[in-house]
């Protein structure tokens, strides 16, 4: 079943789901109209705070916690505060964020607070060797996290190779590999990567990895990993054919086999989404346009999000009236 919007008096986008607490935790963009012009790199996507919800219960109100952290605080901004995901360790909450720095790269930053609502407070620098967008955390059952990230087109992947900056920007070719969103362990603090980022290779049915031209199926952004019966399940946007997909892998650095569409495509460009299991049943959280109509203008709901005995998804569709 798919439900309504959570809120329909603010835009929010791009939902990173969690328990805290026992309570669901909404980590989303807040968009907003800047009046920046719709282009391919996601300019109009000109967000400057985190405003963080929370759910008691799966049919309650989203409470509003308010600005959670502003761009203005953040030593290292330029511009652009995308989608961002949320972690607890020790005691410690913290929130991992994309932000293009003063020269209009993306990097990733981190902030930390002792609550899972915030308001956060930034390190002064982003995470070294950090670069694109979409930071997922993933917390293993043996208590280590991981980090995905990773998003071509305005999100700059593409402007890199083996974690290096490259001269000039490129995607593959259509025959050749796909580019990857990229995992690593986190250090014990949480707050740099572990080690250097690994591709995270998604294999067609042949075992071959997907292509740069396989448009319906290859990574474009919008991590997020989870765990369903042992099994890791990577999944992400297709970008401009706008759907959810997910590969199966035995352990959070893949490689992953590509398995089918969790989302259809929403009335909206972007698609984003998350997977959490809340009092023994699992959710899909996404966002679309049904209320704004502007590919800016976000906004989020969730459905019920069911496997089959083999282990994979039944797709989900929003019939629109
Ligand atoms: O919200 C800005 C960008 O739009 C996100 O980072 C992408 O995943 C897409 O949803």
Not at 221 to 241: I, L, Q, V
Request: charged share 25%.
């Amino acid at each position: 079943m798919v439900r309504d919007h959570l809120r329909k008096d603010i835009f929010i986008a791009d939902p990173a789901v969690h328990v805290f607490n026992g309570k669901l935790y909404i980590y989303p963009s807040h968009d907003f109209d800047a009046g920046v012009p719709e282009d391919d790199l996601g300019s109009h996507f000109a967000m400057e705070d985190y405003h963080i919800f929370s759910m008691d219960n799966i049919d309650s109100e989203a409470r509003d916690h308010g600005v959670a952290l502003h761009v203005k605080d953040i030593p290292w901004a330029g511009r652009q505060l995308w989608d961002c995901d949320a972690a607890y360790k020790n005691g410690k909450y913290y929130l991992y964020f994309p932000l293009k720095d003063k020269t209009d790269i993306f990097r990733i930053g981190v902030a930390i607070s002792d609550k899972p609502e915030g308001p956060f407070v930034p390190e002064p620098f982003p995470i070294y060797g950090s670069y694109s967008i979409d930071p997922c955390v993933f917390e293993d059952e043996d208590g280590r996290h991981y980090m995905y990230f990773g998003g071509i087109w305005g999100g700059q992947l593409q402007r890199y190779r083996n974690n290096k900056a490259i001269e000039c920007g490129r995607q593959p070719a259509d025959d050749e590999p796909a580019l990857c969103a990229k995992v690593t362990v986190m250090s014990d603090d949480m707050l740099q990567f572990g080690e250097e980022p690994k591709d995270v290779i998604i294999l067609d049915e042949n075992g071959e990895p997907l292509k740069a031209g396989d448009n319906e199926r290859r990574f474009f952004e919008a991590s997020w990993m989870h765990k369903y019966n042992g099994k890791y399940y990577f999944s992400y946007s297709t970008g401009d054919t706008h759907k959810l997909c997910y590969a199966i892998g035995d352990n959070p650095y893949g490689p992953f086999t590509y398995k089918g569409v969790i989302l259809n495509p929403v009335k909206g460009w972007t698609t984003h989404h998350s997977i959490v299991q809340f009092k023994g049943k699992w959710y899909l959280f996404f966002h679309d346009v049904e209320i704004s109509g502007k590919t800016h203008l976000r906004s989020i709901r969730f459905a019920d999000l069911n496997y089959k005995e083999d282990g994979t998804i039944e797709t989900i569709t929003v019939n629109y009236k």
